[in-house]
């Protein structure tokens, strides 16, 4: 049949990600050739703790609302619900920020808009996006046929890499706390990359999907709380993490008013309104909810559920005397490979010799290679059986 309809070639260059499916392969082969063993998995990038009570009495709630003549809502604002908008400018508020109910734009979620917002950018710009890092970014600017441009998290710079007035960059990417690396950006070194991008005249796409595990003080929870960043950075946040929401859907993106005079801020809603069809009216209500005080107080008991395991892993590897970052402001742990291994080999070691399972670094950019992620999102008893085994396999 003749073809004269053309694909989109860049989609021939993004690059398949084998990662998830070869773990999953490989542990369904060990676990063919072992059925006796019980194969521990600390290697999801999924919450596993259901909704909060507050959250599912709200999702009933909207559910009856939508079921009277007289509550029904139909179409709602594409950019989100005022009540919703309100509770989300109330939390920054809290922390000293203010935002403005137009900078804000709720969505089904981060990895949405962290595609789309590509939308409002021109072809020509330069990205700049660190390795190793959550493949969203890279694989949404390779589908828009733009070059990447990387900078390196290593062990030297804490996997925090950090401005190179010698490159000229015009989006660049930042991930705080990161996945999968743990690490998290100062205030100090986010003000380094706001004075950075205002100079260039750069934007900064700032993802805190995992600000609400930041406990130290002096690290950052949003970019806004830096000077200066309202004129250069677009910040993108998720329930997915902090509330559970990842079958459930929604997130916000705030996008100021002094970015590029304005456009930026009215680009946005001017692509969401025709693009995008909003999040239903009975998620946007159980997402309210998360900022009830019975709502917040019920995500901060499973926050603190999580972070008790991330220190479980954390005082293991501590233990070993094995580096790590992440675990203390963040889910997840990055530790190195012990022995020299590289990342696969040690996966291999793990599966074999403990039956505990992890993501392998170098799925995530070549610096990953020879560290390994762990992942606090399991329950306590599977993160204390693991770290324990893990102990006493390499406490050799
Ligand atoms: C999980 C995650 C998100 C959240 O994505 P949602 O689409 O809101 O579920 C965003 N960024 C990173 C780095 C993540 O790991």
Redesign the pocket.
């Known amino acids: 049949m003749r073809c004269r309809m053309k694909l989109n070639q860049n989609y021939f260059n993004v690059s398949d990600s084998y990662l998830f499916s070869d773990i999953a392969k490989k542990v369904a082969a060990y676990q063919a050739a072992n059925p006796q063993k019980k194969v521990l998995r600390l290697g999801i990038?999924d919450v596993t703790l259901p909704l909060a009570p507050a959250v599912v009495a709200a999702l009933h709630s909207a559910a009856d609302e939508m079921g009277r003549r007289e509550s029904f809502r139909g179409y709602g604002p594409e950019q989100g619900y005022s009540f919703l908008k309100e509770a989300v400018r109330g939390y920054y508020d809290e922390r000293g920020i203010r935002l403005d109910g137009g900078e804000i734009f709720i969505s089904d979620?981060?990895?949405?808009d962290?595609g789309n917002i590509l939308d409002i950018f021109g072809q020509d710009n330069v990205v700049l996006i660190p390795d190793p890092v959550?493949p969203?970014y890279v694989d949404t600017n390779v589908m828009a046929g733009r070059k990447v441009t990387y900078m390196n998290a290593t062990e030297e710079n804490g996997f925090l890499p950090m401005p190179d007035y010698s490159v000229d960059a015009d989006i660049i990417y930042l991930?705080s706390p990161n996945?999968p690396t743990g690490a998290a950006y100062s205030l100090q070194q986010l003000k380094e990359w706001v004075d950075y991008a205002n100079a260039k005249g750069a934007v900064i796409l700032y993802?805190a999907?995992?600000e609400c595990f930041v406990s130290e003080d002096g690290l950052a929870r949003s970019i806004f709380a830096v000077e200066g960043a309202k004129a250069c950075a677009i910040e993108?946040c998720?329930f997915?993490?902090m509330a559970g929401?990842?079958g459930t859907?929604c997130?916000w993106t705030v996008v100021p008013e002094q970015l590029a005079g304005g456009k930026a801020n009215r680009m946005w809603l001017r692509r969401q309104t025709t693009k995008f069809n909003g999040v239903p009216y009975i998620v946007q209500r159980a997402a309210e909810a998360v900022f009830t005080p019975d709502g917040r107080r019920q995500i901060a008991g499973n926050i603190n559920y999580y972070m008790n395991n991330a220190r479980i892993i954390a005082r293991a590897l501590e233990e070993l005397g094995i580096w790590f970052a992440g675990g203390k402001n963040s889910p997840y742990i990055w530790l190195k490979c012990p022995g020299g291994m590289g990342s696969w080999q040690f996966f291999d070691y793990l599966l074999e010799n403990a039956q505990v399972v992890g993501t392998p670094g170098a799925g995530f950019g070549r610096n990953g290679e020879g560290f390994f992620r762990l992942t606090a999102f399991g329950s306590e008893e599977v993160t204390r059986e693991a770290a324990d085994r893990i102990k006493r396999l390499l406490l050799k």
């Open positions: 990038g979620g981060a990895k949405s962290l959550y969203v991930c996945n993802d999907a995992y993108f998720s997915s993490k929401f990842t859907r997130g």
